[in-house]
């Protein structure tokens, strides 16, 4: 059973930076995508970024510049830094974990293809 836990968000006023950070370290398996979603309240749960063992990256458009994934190493964690933060990106943050594949090349990998979540952490940003 793989258990992912989160740590990190907080609370910051529009402009700052946070940094999320996801373990268990890096899979073992071949192949495996990572994952970090937000769900704002009232609205459904949307992908930020996406990152392959190969670590080729993948971002939102609204995360693109601003957020920086990194995949786990064998003794660090993954972790999503925001930065230049907004008040839209408010909200519960999840990582993911999808140890069947790697991340898609062409989009964000949808949130049903993912197996282990972490517990989630919010993120407030204030003006």
């Known amino acids: 059973q793989v258990r992912l836990v989160q740590s990190g968000g907080g609370s910051v006023q529009a402009g700052g930076s946070l940094r999320l950070s996801c373990e268990p370290p890096?899979?073992?398996?071949?192949?495996?995508?990572m994952g970090w979603f937000r769900q704002a309240a009232g609205k459904a749960r949307e992908a930020v970024a996406t990152v392959s063992k190969d670590g080729y990256a993948r971002y939102s458009d609204s995360a693109k510049g601003r957020f920086t994934i990194s995949e786990p190493y064998s003794d660090t964690p993954g972790i999503l830094g925001m930065r230049n933060l907004k008040i839209e990106d408010t909200g519960v943050y999840y990582c993911a974990l999808d140890l069947r594949g790697n991340c898609q090349a062409d989009s964000l990998k949808d949130s049903r293809q993912f197996q282990y979540w972490g517990q989630g952490t919010q993120v407030t940003v204030s003006s």
């Open positions: 890096r899979p073992t398996t071949s192949r495996y995508c």
